[in-house]
């Protein structure tokens, strides 16, 4: 593993490059290849230097696009890791069609090519694939997929696609869900960043519904060092949950963004999102007995952190000001 040539799809977005910077650090002698379409949500900056100093190797390229990937498998890997995907919910609700090439089709490509050039391949997935938890519920990795949200059946696609990768072809594939992250270079259309801005701003918080929809709030950092210990011992034909059991309200979580920002925004409950999961929870205890505690800084600490990244880092809120992330905030938000 220490000096493993690893491929990291979607490096150049939120959890791929925290991932890919916590990589770098902490595996010095790690080889690291990026292959980013840069989409409106994905930036070189987000590496800092180290495409500069040369520590990562980049490819501008698309997952969905097979000729221009295996250009790219032509390096060879120990590890092929996909963080590439379209992820914002309500972006899945205007254009369902982007989400399934990304994260469908793309899947499928990168599952040909590591099935062609012979490499372990880890797909990053999302709670949401299980849909909604009742306050009893607590899915395993066994439990049946129930996506509500076209980004969510998107999701749920590819990881089908992995499974059956496993059963026809005996793949070397795993898959990983997570909970809800959050931490430094998460594209401003989410939640938290969001929020962030629209406080700086003085404008008022579109709230969906009643605000009390739960979720489980994990430090990407904390999610990307999970990751490493089960890279150093790749789990072959297995899924693994690996969520945070920090659960709060979303109107929780805005009234520690008011309070740390000392922003003054009016929360303004607006329509709600049309299938909104209310709920997500998913057991972590698969991953503990096989690679040990999960390290999960309290959403307290981790959230005063995070709003100090975002005050001291105020340029990644022009990324709003794109031309595709604009008109989705102008359709999304201003014709409630
Ligand atoms: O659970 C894992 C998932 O977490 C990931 O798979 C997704 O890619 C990621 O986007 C996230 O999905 P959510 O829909 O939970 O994240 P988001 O930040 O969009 O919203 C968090 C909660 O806040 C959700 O209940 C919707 C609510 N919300 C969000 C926005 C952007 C609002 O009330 N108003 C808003 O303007």
């Known amino acids: 593993m220490a000096d493993s040539s ?7 977005g939120f959890i791929g490059s925290n991932f890919v910077r916590v990589l770098a650090e902490q595996r010095p002698q790690a080889r690291i290849t990026v292959a980013d379409a840069l989409s409106y949500a994905g930036y070189t900056d987000n590496l800092g230097d180290l495409l500069d100093n040369r520590r990562v190797v980049f490819f501008l390229r698309n997952i969905a696009e097979y000729e221009g990937m295996r250009e790219v498998f032509h390096n060879s890997y120990d590890l ?31 599952l040909a090519l590591c099935r062609e050039f012979n490499v372990p391949f880890l797909q990053i997935s999302t709670d949401e694939v299980y849909g909604p938890a009742g306050e009893k519920d607590c899915f395993t990795e066994e439990a049946q997929l129930k996506p509500s949200s076209p980004y969510a059946a998107s999701k749920a696609a590819a990881d089908l696609l992995v499974q059956s990768a496993i ?14 992250n959050y931490g430094p270079r998460q594209f401003p259309e989410k939640l938290i960043p969001y929020f962030i801005h629209l406080l700086q701003q003085g404008q008022p918080l579109p709230v969906y519904g009643d605000g009390l929809q739960k979720r489980c709030w994990l430090h990407v950092e904390d999610f990307c060092s999970a990751l490493l210990k089960l890279i150093a011992d790749f789990p072959s034909r297995e899924i693994f949950n690996i969520g945070a059991t920090s659960e709060y309200t979303n109107l929780e979580v805005i009234e520690s963004l008011i309070r740390l920002t000392g922003g003054r925004s009016p929360v303004n409950h607006v ?8 709920r997500y929870w998913i057991d972590s205890s698969k991953f503990i007995a096989r690679y040990g505690a999960l390290t999960q800084r309290d959403l307290r600490s981790g959230l005063e952190s995070t709003v100090k990244w975002y005050l001291d880092n105020p ?5 709003l000001g794109g031309n595709e992330a604009q008109s989705f905030e102008q359709s999304h938000y201003h014709h409630q």
């Not at 690893?6 to 490096?11: P, S």
């Not at 963080?83 to 990168?110: I, K, M, P, Q």
């Not at 329509?271 to 209310?278: E, G, I, L, S």
């Open 167 to 180: 059963r026809t072809f005996g793949q070397d594939v795993a898959i990983v869900r997570t909970t809800n």
């Open 6 to 12: 690893i491929l990291v799809c979607g490096g150049c």
């Open 80 to 110: 092929v890791i996909n963080f590439a995907a379209e992820t914002h919910v309500d972006r899945s609700l205007y254009n369902t069609s982007s989400f399934v090439r990304a994260n469908v089709v793309g899947v499928d490509v990168l």
């Open 271 to 278: 329509a709600d999102r049309p299938a909104h999961d209310r």
């Open 315 to 319: 340029r990644i809120f022009e990324r």
